[in-house]
């Protein structure tokens, strides 16, 4: 918990409160259902909170901001975003049933009315949103012809709407065809840890302010 005091010193009480709770919820889901890999579980935070929540360093989602998480798993990068931004609307979606019984669950226990999650696949959605988000589900390519029509025409806040995703690695080949468009964040720029030595957040604008 200390390395979320250390980069977002700005988070409320009730906030800090309620990442509190994730990783005994995390722990006790993850012995039924492998949603984080096991060795990772003890870096929870760092991981997968902090991993997640590194988005919020690129953009101050504004209320009412529509999000879809697409390949959301165990709840990442939705569920700490959703504790992040209350007032913005999260709906995180998987192909995998039970990994979505698990987000249901943890959204259930934090209370969190700001997430609706899904057992659907992203190319099956039927509706329109402000902002995708996505860790670790497939190339820019796939996930761009999943969800480019889903995304709202007009932006309401400060960044065009589009598709921001985490990544790793060297990702020169599978961005060939954004060379023009896409804008790439070094996480290494914001944090500290070897971790984030090679992650990267790729937004690729798609809405025109
Ligand atoms: N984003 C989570 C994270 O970073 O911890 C989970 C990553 S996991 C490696 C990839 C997830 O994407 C799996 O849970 C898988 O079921 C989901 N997935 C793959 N293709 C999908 C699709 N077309 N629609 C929705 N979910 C998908």
Same mark, same amino acid.
């Given at each position: 918990?200390?390395?979320?005091?250390?980069?977002? /010193?700005?988070?409320?009480?009730?906030?800090?409160?309620?990442?509190?709770?994730?990783?005994?919820?995390?722990?006790? *889901?993850?012995?039924?259902? +492998?949603?984080?890999?096991?060795?990772?579980?003890?870096?929870?935070?760092?991981?997968?909170? $902090?991993?997640?929540?590194?988005?919020?360093?690129?953009?101050?989602?504004?209320?009412?901001?529509? $999000?879809?998480?697409?390949?959301?798993?165990?709840?990442?990068?939705?569920?700490?975003?959703?504790?992040?931004?209350?007032?913005?609307?999260?709906?995180?979606?998987?192909?995998?049933?039970?990994?979505?019984?698990? $987000?249901?669950?943890?959204?259930?226990?934090?209370?969190?009315? +700001?997430?609706?999650?899904?057992?659907?696949?992203?190319?099956?959605?039927?509706?329109?949103?402000?902002? $995708?988000?996505?860790?670790?589900?497939?190339?820019?390519?796939?996930?761009?012809? *999943?969800?480019?029509?889903?995304?709202?025409?007009?932006?309401?806040?400060?960044? /065009?709407?589009?598709?921001?995703?985490?990544?790793?690695?060297?990702?020169?080949?599978?961005?060939?065809?954004?060379?023009?468009?896409?804008?790439?964040?070094?996480?290494?720029?914001?944090?500290?840890?070897?971790?984030?030595?090679?992650?990267?957040?790729?937004?690729?604008?798609?809405?025109?302010?």
């Amino acid at each position: 918990m200390e390395i979320l005091y250390r980069y977002f /010193p700005q988070l409320s009480v009730k906030q800090v409160e309620l990442f509190a709770q994730l990783l005994p919820l995390y722990t006790e *889901w993850n012995e039924k259902i +492998n949603v984080i890999s096991r060795k990772d579980i003890d870096s929870l935070y760092e991981k997968h909170v $902090v991993h997640s929540l590194s988005i919020s360093k690129i953009i101050d989602f504004v209320p009412q901001t529509a $999000v879809l998480d697409v390949g959301t798993g165990g709840g990442f990068p939705g569920i700490p975003l959703a504790i992040m931004f209350p007032e913005v609307e999260f709906h995180l979606v998987d192909s995998i049933g039970k990994k979505i019984n698990v $987000v249901n669950e943890v959204a259930h226990e934090l209370k969190l009315n +700001n997430v609706k999650a899904e057992h659907v696949r992203a190319e099956q959605i039927d509706r329109k949103y402000d902002f $995708v988000v996505s860790r670790a589900v497939t190339k820019m390519d796939e996930l761009y012809g *999943w969800v480019h029509k889903k995304i709202k025409k007009d932006p309401i806040n400060r960044l /065009p709407n589009g598709i921001i995703t985490l990544k790793g690695g060297d990702l020169d080949e599978e961005l060939i065809k954004f060379k023009n468009t896409v804008i790439i964040y070094d996480l290494k720029d914001y944090f500290t840890e070897e971790f984030f030595e090679t992650k990267k957040i790729v937004y690729l604008p798609m809405s025109v302010k």
